[in-house]
């Protein structure tokens, strides 16, 4: 059983239409991230947060839009999504900073497919 | 920055045999963390096993146990004992162990292209 918990498993959506998808994980970590993975590939780091606040955007398009109520919950807003956003979104978590070896726990993804 | 390579797109091992997997990176810093995860068709990247660049011997989970060669900047994956729940796409990455106000580099992961690993019965 994974212990980070993702929802929905899959999601279908238009190009006009808004949805969220939800990340959720009771280890005590601190430090969050959202992965987009398309087939084959390795996963590409969108967002992290650290302590609930965003600590990393790396160049994301403002229709994914990310945010954590609280240090177990980690939401991904989508609007206006493109047929190339289609892809696996993985939500991962650890323990934050440096000087551990502690690794991210990812959850077992949301799959996404764009009309 | 830091580059991950694995340079086996695909390997397949019959059951029951070893295999051997490669991981080469490339980086200035001298204290970094090296993974491996495996990512099965259900989706989930699972940790295979974790080794810290301060230590020297080798790390070990089971059936999996790495070869780290700092100076070379290797770290392969054996698996021995292959069995059929094993394949997956298999996934190499590097973290920066630098603090926390280091502009977030020790939160990224670093991944390899990924290995996929068929074994055969």
């Known amino acids: 059983d994974t212990e980070v918990t993702q929802t929905p498993k899959h999601l279908v959506m238009g190009m006009t239409?808004?949805?969220?998808?939800?990340c959720e994980q009771h280890m005590g970590h601190r430090a969050m991230y959202w992965y987009k993975q398309k087939a084959k590939k390795?996963?590409?780091?969108?967002?992290?947060?650290?302590?609930?606040?965003?600590?990393?955007?790396?160049?994301?398009?403002?229709?994914?839009?990310?945010?954590?109520?609280?240090?177990?919950?980690?939401?991904?807003?989508?609007?206006?999504?493109?047929?190339?956003?289609?892809?696996?979104?993985?939500?991962?978590?650890?323990?934050?900073?440096?000087?551990?070896?502690?690794?991210?726990?990812?959850g077992d993804g949301t799959r996404l497919s764009i009309l | 920055a830091q580059t991950v390579t694995q340079s086996q797109p695909e390997m397949s091992v019959q059951e029951a045999e070893t295999v051997t997997l490669s991981c080469t990176y490339?980086?200035?810093?001298?204290?970094?963390?090296?993974?491996?995860?495996?990512?099965?068709?259900?989706?989930?990247?699972?940790?295979?096993?974790?080794?810290?660049?301060?230590?020297?011997?080798?790390?070990?989970e089971n059936r999996f146990s790495v070869n780290f060669q700092k100076a070379a900047k290797s770290f392969s994956l054996k698996i021995s004992d292959s069995q059929l729940g094993d394949a997956a796409m298999y996934f190499c990455a590097y973290r920066s162990a630098a603090w926390a106000n280091s502009g977030g580099s020790n939160y990224k992961l670093t991944f390899g292209k990924g290995t996929l690993l068929t074994v055969n019965p």
């Not at chain 1, 239409?17 to 939800?22: G, I, M, P, R, T």
């Not at chain 1, 999504?81 to 900073?97: M, T, V």
């Open chain 1, 42 to 106: 390795p996963p590409e780091l969108m967002f992290v947060y650290s302590y609930e606040k965003l600590s990393i955007n790396e160049s994301v398009p403002s229709r994914f839009s990310p945010e954590c109520p609280n240090s177990s919950l980690l939401n991904l807003h989508l609007h206006a999504l493109q047929p190339e956003d289609s892809a696996l979104y993985l939500c991962a978590s650890s323990r934050p900073g440096g000087g551990n070896n502690q690794p991210q726990h990812f």
């Open chain 1, 17 to 22: 239409n808004k949805k969220s998808l939800k």
């Open chain 2, 26 to 60: 490339d980086t200035s810093e001298s204290d970094y963390y090296l993974f491996w995860y495996k990512q099965p068709p259900s989706r989930q990247m699972i940790l295979v096993i974790r080794q810290e660049a301060y230590k020297q011997q080798n790390a070990t």
